[in-house]
């Protein structure tokens, strides 16, 4: 695909909503250069780029849908299945399913999806974990109730693990993709927030109201370590870990 991008569409892309308004130059000739070696069209709605603000400017992210990334993997003849989905993996290899967890009403913790690539003749997983809230933190912290995450947070955290997996067993195609559904992530905003204040995003009462749903140390264990902002409420932590081997002790 040979795409030059000059001011006619330029400004049409723009008026579509595919490349930002005032782009700089540089950034549009390299996202033109991003279309060409990926063969996508982003008058075809294939790939878009996406602005964002961090604490050093303005950043651009190239885009694409999940099933385009998919897509450019089976192109490669290497692609060879992706495994279902598995919520709150832990060591031990127990997981949940998104039907066990919106049974107990409770947002997933991690995603993990295994991706296969053919390598040599051989059949290779390629295994990623993406935690939701490093994905969606406003989510997690109740501050966002229209995001799509918080309706559809299975559909959209399993989106994120399998775009990690796609990107570890097809860097060579895949390499400064993204899709949409990780913008949290590539902006940081979860460190963002903790640096500027590290317990605001999180009501106590309902932390505790949302542990109280746990009957699992090492679970607990886990959604403790999941952000690095419950380091803030440790002792309420530990105090749902007594209450949890007390209940044990005593059935």
Same mark, same amino acid.
């Given at each position: 695909?040979?795409?030059?991008?000059?001011?006619?569409?330029?400004?049409?892309?723009?008026? =579509?909503?595919?490349?930002? &308004?005032?782009?700089?130059?540089?950034?549009?000739?390299?996202?033109?250069? &991003?279309?060409?070696?990926?063969?996508?069209?982003?008058?075809?709605?294939?790939?878009?780029?996406?602005?964002?603000?961090?604490?050093?400017?303005?950043?651009?992210?190239?885009?694409?849908?999940?099933?385009?990334?998919?897509?450019?993997? &089976?192109?490669?003849?290497?692609?060879?299945?992706?495994?279902?989905?598995?919520?709150?993996?832990?060591?031990?290899?127990?997981?949940?399913?998104?039907?066990?967890?919106? =049974?107990?009403?409770?947002?997933?913790?991690? #995603?993990?999806?295994?991706?296969?690539?053919?390598?040599?003749?051989?059949?290779?997983?390629?295994?990623?974990?993406?935690?939701? &809230?490093?994905?969606?933190?406003?989510?997690?912290?109740?501050?966002?109730?229209?995001?799509?995450?918080?309706?559809?947070?299975?559909?959209?955290?399993?989106? #994120?693990?399998? =775009?990690?997996?796609?990107?570890?067993?097809?860097?060579?195609?895949?390499?400064?993709?993204?899709?949409?559904?990780?913008?949290?992530?590539?902006?940081?905003?979860?460190?963002?927030?903790?640096?500027?204040?590290?317990?605001?995003?999180?009501?106590?009462?309902?932390?505790?109201?949302?542990?109280?749903?746990?009957?699992?140390?090492?679970?607990?264990?886990?959604?403790?370590?999941?952000?690095?902002?419950?380091?803030?409420?440790?002792?309420?932590?530990?105090?749902?870990?007594?209450?949890?081997?007390?209940?044990?002790?005593? =059935?």
């Amino acid at each position: 695909m040979d795409l030059i991008i000059n001011s006619d569409k330029l400004q049409t892309l723009t008026d =579509a909503g595919i490349i930002p &308004a005032n782009t700089p130059p540089a950034q549009v000739q390299l996202f033109a250069e &991003a279309c060409r070696q990926h063969s996508l069209s982003p008058f075809k709605k294939e790939i878009y780029l996406l602005s964002y603000n961090t604490r050093e400017g303005t950043r651009y992210a190239t885009i694409v849908g999940i099933d385009g990334l998919q897509q450019k993997a &089976a192109r490669t003849g290497r692609f060879a299945g992706v495994d279902q989905e598995q919520y709150d993996l832990l060591s031990n290899g127990s997981f949940k399913t998104s039907a066990e967890l919106a =049974a107990e009403k409770r947002l997933p913790i991690s #995603c993990t999806v295994t991706v296969y690539a053919i390598i040599g003749g051989v059949r290779c997983p390629f295994t990623a974990t993406a935690l939701f &809230a490093e994905y969606y933190p406003a989510v997690v912290s109740g501050k966002d109730t229209w995001n799509k995450a918080a309706t559809m947070p299975f559909n959209m955290i399993a989106k #994120c693990a399998r =775009a990690k997996a796609l990107r570890m067993a097809f860097a060579d195609e895949l390499a400064g993709l993204a899709i949409e559904e990780e913008k949290s992530a590539y902006e940081d905003k979860t460190i963002a927030a903790i640096e500027v204040n590290p317990a605001s995003a999180i009501d106590a009462d309902e932390l505790r109201g949302q542990l109280e749903l746990i009957t699992d140390v090492d679970r607990l264990r886990t959604v403790y370590k999941s952000d690095a902002k419950y380091k803030q409420f440790a002792d309420i932590f530990s105090q749902r870990a007594e209450a949890i081997r007390a209940q044990t002790i005593e =059935a």
